[in-house]
């Protein structure tokens, strides 16, 4: 069967990501999905986007290499400000190459001493939060997004390029602006072509900020190398250097500043905000459920209990507080669509599917099934996580938080052991409950994140 349009698909499509993904649309945007079915065919912006979410044709999308069907062209404009060249966005063999040097410094071995730095990069947010409620009398309302991120971006920045938050904050914050306005010039869906060209103060300002944040990559690079070109050893630098050897090999297509440039701006923003987005929301989904929170605190006192350094033994024992991050990840994965491009003719199920096609995969779809999951989908309910994620939903492939087949997420061990530490270290330490002044908005700013803030009741154990 070969594609073939449906017009009557395109101003609804349309209509859905000029306004479900600003925030307060977005459970509308999910029901107008389900109701034209699991395959569909919609246009926007002169693109074809071929939106599947059938098991079967999932499935065979991990198939295909990334020469075949790999990451849209279009997002390499619309991202390269926030992501460079980096792995994200590249195809076929530049693709394989930057894999290839990266991956490595994410196997679990090089995980295992990285456990300190997460402790190191915890205390400051364990220390604040301890003087915040000792001078309001033990409880009080705490924003907690900030600190969240701050310490995220702490892991990364000690545990990937050798440098503390304090080094990092100011490429850390540049890149959140730059997230911010791509995000707001991404809501205007039919000009977005033409009004990234325009000399507005917006695009001037991203222009601006992605020209300083070159030059701080660079700087940071240059100084974890000595004036001879050899590694500095005294910083745990691994992937810095990874990246800076791959810099100088035949495996790219660019500039060694821009493999550099693009591999760090992907690491800097992957690595710690998906991270802390779903921190976010495993601590608000724990408030909302003081059962859950309860069990997942009892395990962690018994864990951490003596023990200044948690290893990787202790983390494997964090059952509870496992299942209730897959199943945050379930409900707020924090990137909501899988987007692919068909690079050369290909077949999904049986469609044909042309060369130049958008292929979308959208997780709440899969993620929210209740063939898949249950009657409960829609529920948080970590206990059918129990016996992992072959034994909570059939097919498994269905669930996909890391992304799905080659292009799987290389920092899911890194992002795991971090927020496994973290909430452990949190609940063995507070109690949290929901806050009056809460407004439950989840917005799309690249990742799905609360629209105004988590702000949150916690109590002093």
Known sequence: MVLRPRPCCSFSLSLFFSVCFLGSLVDFGFHLMLGLGSV????????????????????????????????PNYLKKTRKALLGGGLLTVNGDEWAYQRKTMAPEFFMDKIKGMIQLIEDATAPLLEAWENILDSAGGSTEIVVDDYLRNMSADVIARACFGSSFAKGEEIFCMLRKLQKAISQQDAFVGLSALWKHLPTKSNREIRNLVEKVRLLILELAKANVNENGAENAATHNG???????????AGHGGTAGDFIVGNCKTIYF??????????IWCLMLLAKHPEWQERARIEALEVCHGRSTLDVDALHRLKILTMVIQETLRLYPPASLMMREALT????????????????????????????WGPDAEEFRPGRFANGVAGACKPAHLYTPFG??????????????????????????????????YRHAPVFRLTIEPGFGMPLVAKKL
């Open 345 to 372: 003719d290909i077949k999904i199920g049986d469609l044909d599917v042309p060369r130049g096609t958008i292929v979308q995969v959208t997780r709440s779809m899969l993620h929210l099934d209740k063939e898949v």
């Open 239 to 249: 992937l810095l250097r990874a990246i800076v050897n791959g810099a100088h090999g």
């Open 270 to 279: 992957a690595g710690h905000e998906t991270t802390a987005v779903t921190a």
């Open 404 to 437: 799905l087949g080659h292009r799987t997420c290389i920092g899911q061990n890194l992002a795991m052991t971090e927020l496994k530490l973290v909430l452990a270290r949190l609940l063995s330490r507070f109690a949290f409950s929901p806050s009056p002044t």
């Open 40 to 71: 569909f065919l919609y246009s926007s912006g002169g693109r074809e986007i071929l939106h599947v979410s059938q098991p079967d044709m999932v499935k065979d999308i991990d198939h295909w290499t990334p020469s075949e069907l790999g990451k």
